[in-house]
């Protein structure tokens, strides 16, 4: 078996925007071995400045196409908490509706698309639709309903319309959401069966264990497993948390590392975790049943330190928002939609906001003159927190696999750049990176 | 007839528009039927240099994606721009309202000078290379999508309205924002989304781009019938494709 | 037809026909010869056009350019959009669509007895060949014949050998000129207007009749208002967009009138009050 | 035939009866602040008190988008002509009037087989008019009330639905209605008053002329100013002309499936006002100034169509084109008026 390892993987395939993984080793001694990321710069933070707070969300929605829900509810808290806007409890329950349906859209998208064809050694779905056919039709399914779900309470899929400081301009009717929870219902089983193809082919996922600090949102009142509500907290604090969101700065640490060309950030150790398995770790007791059910079958306990399980807390977590966003929808139609209309007038202020994204916790914080203009944006985004985790697991991944060759070392870390589920076009605009 | 080779490309963008391809759900695999689609980076593993058709996302900021999008271009048979990045700039046109350095300064602080930050003026695609068609939109909407590449393979032209929003906006039987006094770009922007978002209760914030022939002086005037200001029309205008063509 | 039968049949549905013939007559323009699969004659009066159409590519009105006198209809089609590309591309027994034939009709009554004058631009030539070719098999019931015929480049040149045999008529004058100087001619060069001075029958007395590109129109009326042709006597075959060809759809209107049922053949002085017609 | 009376109460058993049937009932509701026609769920969500639709029913008469024919690509076609019965409730009389145009236009001529079979199977409850839109003339285009051409016309006198039927359509729906009661004297007054009052009183913006003069009018009125300084604002939006009543240009296309062997020939609505709307192949465009195109569409109302229909002018006075355009210039008394003006002074 050779010890001489030579990987360029320029520009990793199935993950949204650009990624390289460099590893040269000698005689089994390890060179180099980076994580990097070339994707075009594309400067939010300088655009929002002069922009009204109106628009501040319609831009941001543009940093990334897979959670640009959740960019636009970030932005949109941040506009409310810099304003002094208020929010109805339908608003927010609608919203959270809303945020439920791209945390499926974006999970089944990344599990089923970008993740199966690993696990069932295929270049990439296309070929899997001859393979396994009624696998790839059940994840089409469950992407589906996603996007009919999102597409209803944001408006569209993709960049959401509905969203508007205050509230949102358009709800839908009851009808509506008598119908999309039968849809809801009636996916509940092709996610179970979407979890049983998976878990037939869980065993490829590479035994990988490291140790690491993982963040997430915890929300206590009441306790919930959140998405959207509650502050930032992780299984190492001890005395320093929960962080309330508006010092999100104090969580994500950023510094340049002497041994890596990207800035990362840092908590308490010296990278940290968010995603689902963040969120599993965290908050696995606060699943719905079904959830809790998934987790089993899987077999995955909270304080999990393998990183390919993020995939199957990506699954949890389907199972999770399709269960709870039923029960949601009992609690709207019980109340009654009313239409609300929202006032909203500028003041000069400042303001964070923090959802999770699919991909992890998410940072927006902007500042406004008393026209409502904004002077100042600061956006942090969940992959730019796992890069520095991700270098961490490659650079005990190597050592660990490289017996097993290049193209299977290559393979396994492409995967496990994949297991994040990274969002790499929108976390550029904060990464230093070298070329080699 | 063997099925043409598609290929698609991304340049800087928030890859929305692959997404909606993806979202097209069930009608991929009635795609997949009649097109070989042999480079997508997103979705697949799979590249090739051999391909009939390029779809091009993203707009060009860099002097390499220049290059990059040339040999596409040499490559390909017909190019298609997809989405307001690659038709009109986008987004990411705003980044053109501001000096370069002090926008690098502002995001990347005293590390504005690495080299990969090198970034230049945003460029539409066919403002570098020839385009064949654009299919217009922030995403692009997934059925006109569709039925644009239905229409090349057949060898059709397809159909890309040249009249504003608000046709969709009447036929979807919306209320008119200016009967609220809001501000919409409607009445100058490029049809073809269905009026998605003045059906939402939202404006139109012209992310399809301009028609051909934009009234501009016309949407600069009737500001005031509304209650709205010059500079209510300018803050929205700059917002896609910022200064694609007449402006106020 | 009433209203009330229910045996009424779809305007819209086209009848298929097969094509017997084609040639390129140029680089752009091909002459089919086509025949009703029903095996029927359509019955067209000069002057007339059909909706021509390839399901999923679309329909285009196409002027008929063969005369009633003969069997099947024959069609001149410009490349210049995808439908006729694909019409281009099809082969002698291949189907396309047909409806029609749709409007008005050359003088062929009022012109009787008098002289006529062609006066055609480019692909202008292709609808007033029907007129001329049924004038030519009813030759006793027509006075002096002229063709006018003026085409862009030498390369445009449209029915080659039939004008060859036109100029060797002793029935008919038949007048070519090319806009641009060509090696491998020695006739006329200039715009079509330049020939009219050159025609031998009494203008203000024939009946001139008048198509070819939208921009010709202004000059060839300017100069047969000079020759002091009345408008009556003048007849225009004139283009417009169609999507239906049957008075509905109202692409084609000017102003009140709709091309594809009060034209495209108009009596000139029918257009006095009609501002957009030319 | 004669004129019934149902309670209000009666009237919605009337309705959900049919809907019960399962009888396809287009009516008009609610939509935010405003009103549409669609397809009715239950009597309750119907507002015959409704002053203007945002959109006229023409949507139903001549679909947005509408399958002509079914092809194979390259081959044979068949019509698709499978048209369902339904019932348009609530249609005011100046909506009426223009879907009688239309008919009269689809039949004339060449006879439009597709707009005229589902035309039959529509029965059409017309329903004088409760209050009116912001926008409204129809007094002035003498549209406001209307004796003929409905299946049945329903007048609200305040408690109870006075329900003039008219047609063999008609009274087949009748069966539907349970406790009909003839009309009593003093109804049919209050039935007059209130055709009287609108006969006259809908008119927020009022033509200086007789409709019938308005062909006449055009006739000196190619030149005029007004189409440049109005037109000068207009974006080409043809707002005007999608919710106009009146207007029916339509664009053919052809739509094929994912096979790529089957497709369908559809027509959709089309507008004059739109930038190309006249443009041919090669980009020459025949009506290529705003202005010209502006024109075209006062000239159709007020000369081109009458001059196809007996006089009857094509515009019936909803006001709806002025409500939609956002440059506030397409209304035609505005510039029917100006005409008048200057015809009188020159
Ligand atoms: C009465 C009449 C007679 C004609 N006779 C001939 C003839 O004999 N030979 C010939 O080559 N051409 C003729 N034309 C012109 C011919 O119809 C157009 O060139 C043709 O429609 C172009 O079709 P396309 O789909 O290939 O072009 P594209 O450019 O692909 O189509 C453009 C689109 O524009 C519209 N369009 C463009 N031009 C016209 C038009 N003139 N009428 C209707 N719709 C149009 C159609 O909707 C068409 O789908 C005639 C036109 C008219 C009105
Ligand atoms: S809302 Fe906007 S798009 Fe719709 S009609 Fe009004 S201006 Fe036009
Ligand atoms: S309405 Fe305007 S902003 Fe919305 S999708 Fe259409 S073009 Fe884009
Ligand atoms: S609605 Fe107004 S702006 Fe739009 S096309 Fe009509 S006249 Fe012009």
Redesign the pocket.
């Known amino acids: 078996m050779s010890t001489n390892i030579n990987i360029n993987v320029h520009h990793v395939t199935r993950v949204e925007g650009h990624g390289n993984i460099v590893v040269n080793a000698k005689d089994g001694k390890i060179e180099k071995c980076q994580w990097q990321v070339p994707e075009a710069p594309r400067f939010f933070e300088a655009m929002v400045r002069g922009r009204s707070y109106q628009d501040i969300q319609t831009i941001v929605s543009r940093i990334c196409g897979i959670c640009s829900i959740t960019h636009s509810l970030a932005s949109t808290k941040a506009v409310e908490d810099a304003l002094g806007i208020e929010v109805s409890e339908q608003a927010d329950k609608l919203r959270i509706l809303m945020h439920y349906s791209e945390q499926l859209q974006s999970h089944s998208l990344h599990v089923g698309y970008l993740v199966a064809p690993d696990l069932f050694n295929a270049p990439s779905v296309v070929p899997l639709v001859a393979k396994a056919p009624d696998a790839v039709k059940a994840i089409i399914r469950v992407h589906r309903v996603a996007n009919n779900w999102s597409d209803l309470i944001a408006g569209r899929t993709t960049h959401p319309v509905t969203l508007i400081p205050g509230g949102l301009c358009k709800i839908p009717t009851e009808q509506q959401l008598r119908d999309l929870k039968k849809e809801l219902e009636s996916s509940v089983n092709v996610l179970v069966a979407v979890c049983e193809v998976v878990q037939s082919a869980a065993g490829n996922l590479p035994q990988f264990e490291r140790q690491t600090e993982y963040i997430s949102l915890k929300q206590t009142n009441p306790p919930t497993y959140t998405f959207y509500h509650g502050d930032i907290t992780s299984n190492d604090c001890n005395g320093d948390g929960p962080v309330n969101i508006r010092n999100w700065q104090k969580v994500a640490n950023e510094y340049v590392s002497p041994q890596s060309t990207a800035k990362w950030t840092q908590w308490h150790r010296d990278s940290y975790m968010v995603g689902a398995l963040a969120r599993f770790n965290n908050n696995a007791e606060l699943l719905s049943p079904l959830g809790k059910k998934v987790a089993d079958m899987f077999g995955l306990k909270k304080g999990n330190t393998n990183p390919f399980m993020n995939n199957v807390a990506q699954l949890v977590e389907m199972a999770h928002v399709v269960e709870t966003s039923i029960q949601m929808i009992d609690d709207l139609l019980t109340r009654g939609l009313k239409s609300e209309t929202v006032k909203v007038s500028p003041r000069a202020g400042r303001g964070s906001g923090c959802v999770e994204a699919p991909r992890g916790i998410l940072f927006h914080t902007y500042e406004f003159d008393k026209y409502g203009n904004c002077v100042y944006g600061n956006i942090c985004i969940p992959t730019n927190q796992n890069h520095a985790n991700i270098q961490k697991d490659f650079e005990k991944f190597v050592p660990e696999f490289m017996h097993l060759g290049q193209d299977a070392l290559r393979h396994g870390m492409e995967m496990l750049v994949r297991a994040y589920d990274p969002c790499i076009s929108c976390s550029t605009h904060f990464l230093n990176v070298e070329f080699v | 007839m063997t099925k043409p080779r598609v290929a698609i490309f991304d340049f800087a963008c928030c890859e929305g528009c692959q997404l909606q391809i993806v979202n097209l759900e069930e009608e991929i695999l009635d795609l997949i039927n009649v097109v070989d689609v042999v480079e997508w980076r997103e979705a697949m593993s799979e590249q090739s240099h051999e391909y009939d058709i390029a779809l091009i996302e993203g707009s060009i900021t860099r002097p390499e994606d220049e290059k990059r999008i040339e040999i596409i271009r040499s490559r390909c048979k017909i190019l298609i721009a997809l989405g307001s990045c690659a038709t009109i700039g986008g987004i990411n046109k705003l980044k053109n309202k501001f000096d370069l350095e002090e926008v690098k300064h502002c995001v990347y602080g005293k590390d504005a000078h690495m080299p990969h930050l090198e970034t230049g003026m945003t460029k539409a695609v066919h403002e570098v290379v020839n385009v064949d068609y654009k299919i217009h939109g922030c995403p692009i909407d997934r059925k006109e999508f569709a039925s644009v590449i239905r229409a090349l393979l057949v060898g059709k032209k397809p159909v890309i309205p040249d009249y504003p929003v608000?046709v969709e906006c009447k036929a979807r039987e919306n209320i008119c924002r200016y009967e609220y006094n809001e501000i919409c770009l409607g009445?100058i922007i490029r049809a073809g989304c269905g009026a998605r978002c003045p059906s939402n209760g939202f404006r139109c914030f012209g992310c399809r781009g301009y028609v051909d022939n934009p009234n501009v002086e016309?949407a600069r005037e009737v500001m005031d019938k509304y209650g709205l200001t010059v500079e209510d029309l300018r803050q929205k205008m700059v917002l896609f494709g910022c200064g694609q063509g007449p402006t106020v | 037809m009433c209203d009330c039968c229910s045996e009424q049949k779809d305007i819209y549905l086209p009848e298929m026909a097969t094509i017997t013939k084609r040639r390129m007559l140029n680089g752009t323009e091909l002459f089919m010869h086509l025949e009703m699969d029903s095996g029927k004659e359509l019955e067209h009066a000069p002057g007339q056009f059909v909706e021509l159409s390839i399901a999923g590519l679309g329909e285009a009105p196409i002027s008929i350019s063969s005369s009633p006198t003969q069997k099947g209809i024959e069609l001149v089609v410009r490349n210049v959009g995808s439908l006729t590309r694909a019409i281009h591309k099809l082969e002698v027994g291949q189907k396309i669509g047909v409806r029609g034939p749709f409007g008005s009709l050359y003088p062929i009554e009022q012109a009787k007895g008098k002289d006529l004058v062609f006066i055609c631009g480019g692909i202008g030539l292709v609808p007033q060949r029907s007129f001329i070719r049924y004038v030519l098999d009813n030759r006793k019931d027509y006075g002096k014949v002229t063709v006018l015929v003026g085409t862009k480049c030498y390369d445009m040149r449209l029915f080659r050998e039939e004008l060859a045999l036109w100029s060797e008529r002793r029935d008919m004058t038949l007048m070519e000129t090319i806009d641009e100087a060509h090696d491998c001619w020695n006739g006329n060069v200039g715009v079509v207007t330049t020939l009219i001075p050159k025609v031998e029958s009494d203008l203000p007395k024939s009946v001139v009749l008048v198509c070819g590109p939208p921009v010709m129109y202004k000059f060839v009326l300017m100069a047969l208002a000079e020759a002091e042709v009345p408008a009556d006597s003048i007849y225009v075959n004139l283009e417009r967009r169609m999507k239906c060809g049957v008075g509905k759809c109202g692409h084609c209107q000017i102003n009140g009138l709709y091309v594809c049922q009060d034209g495209p053949v108009f009596r000139w002085s029918d257009l006095a009050l009609v501002p957009e017609a030319i | 035939m004669s004129v019934s009376k149902l309670s209000k109460e009666q009237f919605g058993q009337f309705v959900d009866a049919m809907l019960a049937a399962d009888r396809k009932v287009i009516g008009v509701v609610a939509k935010d602040d405003r009103f549409q026609f669609d397809e009715l769920q239950s009597a309750s969500a119907l507002r015959l008190d409704y002053d203007v639709t945002i959109l006229p029913p023409k949507k139903y008469v001549l679909p947005q988008i509408e399958p002509l024919l079914q092809f194979e690509v390259g081959g044979g076609a068949q019509s698709v002509m499978n048209y369902e019965p339904m019932i348009l409730l609530g249609v005011h009389p100046y909506d009426l009037v223009a879907i009688r145009q239309m008919d009269e236009l689809f039949s004339q001529g060449e006879y439009d087989k597709h707009y005229m079979d589902r035309r039959k199977q529509i029965t059409i409850i017309a329903c004088d008019i409760a209050r009116p839109s912001k926008n409204i003339f129809a007094s002035s285009m003498e549209t406001a009330v209307v004796s003929d051409g409905y299946d049945i016309l329903i007048t609200d006198i305040g408690d109870a639905y006075l329900l003039d039927v008219a047609t063999e359509k008609g009274h087949a729906l009748m069966s539907y209605a349970k406790a009909l009661a003839p009309a009593a004297a003093a109804d049919i007054e209050k039935r007059q008053a209130i055709q009287e009052a609108n006969r006259t009183g809908l008119n927020k913006h009022k033509l200086a002329c007789k409709p019938s003069y308005l062909p006449k009018l055009m006739e000196k009125a190619y030149n005029h100013p007004v189409w440049l300084e109005?037109?000068r604002?207009?974006?080409?939006?043809?707002?005007?002309?999608q919710v106009c009543p009146t207007c029916y240009c339509f664009d053919v296309q052809d739509q094929v499936n994912w096979d790529l062997k089957t497709g369908q020939r559809v027509r959709c609505w089309d507008?004059c006002?739109l930038e190309n709307f006249a443009t041919v192949a090669g980009d020459h465009n025949f009506r290529k100034d705003?202005a010209s195109r502006?024109r075209h569409?006062l000239y159709r109302k007020a000369k081109y169509v009458p001059e196809k229909i007996g006089g009857q002018i094509a515009c019936v006075g909803c006001g709806r084109?002025i409500t939609?355009?956002?440059?506030d210039?397409?209304n035609p008394v505005t510039i029917y008026n100006r005409l008048m003006e200057e015809q009188n002074l020159g």
Do not use: H
């Open positions: 608000c009445p016309a | 109005k037109a604002l207009c974006f080409s939006c043809g707002s005007c002309n507008g006002l705003r502006f569409r084109c939609a355009c956002v440059a210039i397409a």
